[in-house]
């Protein structure tokens, strides 16, 4: 068993990921990794499981928490020792402890098999340490010492690198570093020999103004007296300086074990979906402006798909299980079931900008009133994340609920007054001046949720579509029809209601009520919709067949459907805006 915390939590049993519930039973599980081979004792766990808050059935959920991890882990992963609990694993059993090593192994190397080492040290990392857990008081000291780490061997393999002559290919790499790290002077330092190697002196010289510009700024102080050493050299041209020959370390990383949310060039995915066989055949990979684009996306993806719907632009990799979209505040952000995070997109690009760490199975995710909403799923919660800092801003527990079986919060949306969600079986009003619940109503149990010309409508397992009116003191139901057959994805769009019922789509008008002719998606072909958003002056379908190969098709005026894209298998989630279509493709099986 293989426990990972360079990144959002994860545990793997061989090449299977064994999923994980969100929560607290997740966080018991990051607290027992970081002490592996340790006890912790009960009153430990307690205090930081509820942050010193705990409710009087504390002790009984702890236990239950740990029963469920050894049905998922084994029952011979975790010990029971006096009061408390072991992992029982070693310092190697955990990506940080094979980080470690791993640096230990580079320090008596030569330079490029030091170089290479650091790499595949620094390529275990999928993200931020501990990324769902940023917040939280037990995982604050490792995430720093783990960072800082990371940092110093960055530094150090960058160093040898700039030794073995790759001045031209780290250029980059340092401005986005001396720009995520402006404090940091040697990366600043080292870019301006990158960038004086590369035959940019005046760059060079203006990478050691700002450097001066920000620390005088930031901290009242002159740059260090090797940076200003350095700024000397670059004007004297320095015979030191002058670039080594070029030498490439052994053994380059293998293509298709790169890190998530690092892209690849588009040639290099496709040699190594090759070597994978079976239907990497089906795969065709092109860049440029071919007007013959095809790209079949792979799992656990965000597609960016151009406006009309004609070709798949680019696609970055996410989290595992995407499963919503929500496109404004400057990103395209996307939510991960099974990660527990928020993926950003840059929406100009479709290239991941930040992962938040959440920490649930996250479900839904919506935009509105200057920050990012999410719907927590079983924890029951909503979480509410600042876009300025991409972090977590409050988690709004929606009123009383049982600490152990909390009823959990699917579906979110925004209009211009509130945030709503779904709990349980209820609709819940959430102020977003206050992140406080001001009302509820029931619903039934529900299967979508949207907004859009002055009301709210949720679809339900009761085949209904309701019309809630959310701006009344007592929220109360102001309309109801009927669909005869289960309905989900409801969007509001050309003043109507669009929702898909069975096979079909179908439009309901908002003040009537009244349920229009179905539009059939490709019946003929043996495929069904499964996902839909407006945007882009269109309504966008996603649709599967029995084999879950995944289409994304444009209904325009007049209920025409364009000619489907290809783009994947299990389709997740659909939005478009910033200009393009996004679309979410899950784990596959």
């Given at each position: ?11 793997r ?20 990794v ?5 006890a ?18 504390a ?25 408390g ?45 501990l ?26 393999r ?12 780290l ?6 570093l ?23 002196q ?7 103004r700002?450097?001066r ?10 740059p260090s ?18 670039a080594?020959?070029r030498v490439?370390?052994?053994g ?53 798909v ?11 990799g ?30 100009a690009?479709?290239?991941p ?29 909503v ?15 929606p ?29 819940l009003?959430?102020n ?24 709210v ?7 209904q ?13 102001a309309?109801?029809q009927?669909?005869?057959g ?39 072909r ?10 882009n ?5 996603l ?17 025409r ?18 200009g ?10």
């Open positions: 068993m293989r426990y990972l915390i360079l990144g959002p939590l994860e545990v049993d061989g090449d299977r990921h064994v999923e994980l519930r969100g929560g607290r039973q997740r966080k018991l599980l990051a607290i027992l970081l002490h592996s081979g340790e912790v004792s009960t009153d430990r766990l307690i205090e930081e499981l509820w942050d010193g808050k705990p409710p009087e059935t002790v009984k959920a702890l236990q239950g928490y740990v029963s469920s991890l050894r049905k998922q882990l084994g029952p011979e992963t975790i010990g029971t020792v006096g009061t609990y072991r992992l029982i694993a070693a310092p190697e059993d955990t990506d940080a402890g094979r980080f470690e090593e791993l640096l230990a192994e580079a320090r008596p190397l030569e330079r490029a098999p030091a170089a290479a080492k650091l790499r595949e040290a620094l390529g275990l990392w999928r993200g931020p340490a990324a769902d857990f940023a917040y939280d008081e037990f995982a604050r000291s490792e995430i720093d010492r783990l960072e800082d780490l990371r940092l110093t061997a960055v530094e150090r960058i160093d040898l690198e700039l030794a073995l002559g790759h001045h031209d290919d250029a980059p790499e340092l401005e986005a001396v720009r995520a790290h402006p404090l940091r002077e040697r990366f600043r330092g080292q870019l301006m020999v990158a960038l004086y190697r590369s035959g940019r005046a760059d060079a010289l203006d990478a050691y700002d450097a510009t920000v620390m005088r700024e930031e901290l009242g102080l002159e007296e090797e940076l200003q050493a350095l700024q000397r050299a670059i004007l004297a041209h320095d015979a030191t300086l002058a080594p020959p490439d370390p052994p380059p990383p293998d293509p298709v074990a790169a890190p998530r949310g690092r892209r690849l060039p588009l040639a290099a995915v496709a040699i190594g979906l090759a070597l994978l066989g079976g239907a990497a055949v089906a795969i065709v990979l092109t860049q440029g402006n071919s007007k013959d684009a095809s790209i079949v996306v792979p799992p656990n993806s965000v597609a960016m151009d406006s009309r719907g004609k070709r798949v632009e680019s696609f970055a996410v989290g595992r299980g995407p499963v919503a979209i929500a496109v404004g505040l400057r990103g395209v952000w996307v939510a991960n079931a099974v990660d527990g995070t928020v993926d950003r997109l840059d929406p690009t479709g290239k900008v930040a992962t938040i760490g959440v920490g649930a199975d996250l479900y839904g995710v919506a935009v509105g009133f200057g920050s990012v909403w999410v719907a927590d799923g079983n924890d029951g919660t979480t509410r994340i600042d876009p300025r800092i991409n972090r977590v801003e409050t988690t709004i527990p009123r009383e609920q049982p600490t152990l079986a909390p009823a959990p919060v699917f579906y979110i949306a925004v209009d211009s007054r509130y945030v709503w969600a779904t709990r349980g079986d209820e609709l009003r959430i977003p001046s206050t992140n406080r619940v001001d009302g509820h109503v029931s619903i039934g149990i529900p299967t979508g949720l949207t907004t859009g010309g002055g009301y409508w949720v679809t339900t397992q009761g085949e579509l309701l019309r809630i009116d959310g701006d009344a003191r007592n929220m109360k139901e309309g109801s009927n669909l005869s289960i309905a989900f994805a409801p969007v509001y769009a050309r003043g109507t209601v669009w929702v898909i019922v069975g096979e079909a789509v179908r439009q309901v008008e908002r003040f009537t009520l009244s349920v229009g002719d179905p539009v059939n998606i490709a019946a003929a043996g495929e069904f919709p499964v996902a839909l958003a407006a945007g002056a269109a309504l966008w379908v649709s599967s067949d029995s084999n879950s190969d995944g289409n994304l098709r444009r209904l325009v005026a007049g209920g459907v364009s000619a489907p894209l290809r783009v994947g298998k299990n389709l997740s989630a659909v939005a478009a805006g910033g393009a279509t996004w679309v979410a493709v899950s784990a596959t099986g």
